[in-house]
């Protein structure tokens, strides 16, 4: 089984910044890929970001249209750590954000899925104020 914890989450001014963290624990080297989800208030839970690294052609990066150009996903390989940088905060970006895992080997579009993940961490609370 895989653990995964959340950190970084806060409160934080629209036009600001946060990192969110995600490490890793347990049978990481059946890890292929990590995303990270967000759901706000009366809303669905929906994609943020991913990244994975079980694929020939290297490591991908997959973003929400809502957060490309402010949200960068990236991963610490000696730390079974992802990291979510967050800039450019808007007030919609207000949600729990959990990040993901799988170790399934899929085509592109399966990572933007919630069904793609099997672990999932607790989630993090991002606030972002006027």
């Known amino acids: 089984q895989v653990q995964l914890v959340e950190s970084g989450g806060g409160l934080v001014q629209a036009g600001g910044s946060l990192r969110l963290s995600c490490a890793a624990s347990g049978r990481t080297l059946s890890i292929g890929a990590m995303g990270w989800f967000r759901q706000g208030p009366g809303e669905e839970r929906e994609f943020v970001a991913g990244?994975?690294?079980?694929?020939?052609?290297?490591?991908?990066?997959y973003y929400a249209d809502s957060v490309k150009g402010r949200f960068t996903i990236s991963r610490d390989n000696a730390k079974n750590t992802v990291y979510l940088q967050m800039n450019s905060l808007k007030n919609e970006d207000t949600a729990v954000y959990s990040c993901?895992?799988?170790?399934?080997?899929?085509?592109?579009?399966?990572?933007?899925?919630?069904?793609?993940?099997?672990?999932w961490g607790q989630g993090t609370q991002v606030t972002v104020s006027s």
């Open positions: 993901a895992a799988t170790g399934a080997y899929l085509g592109d579009t399966y990572y933007y899925r919630r069904s793609t993940y099997d672990s």
């Open positions: 990244i994975r690294w079980n694929d020939w052609r290297g490591t991908r990066t």
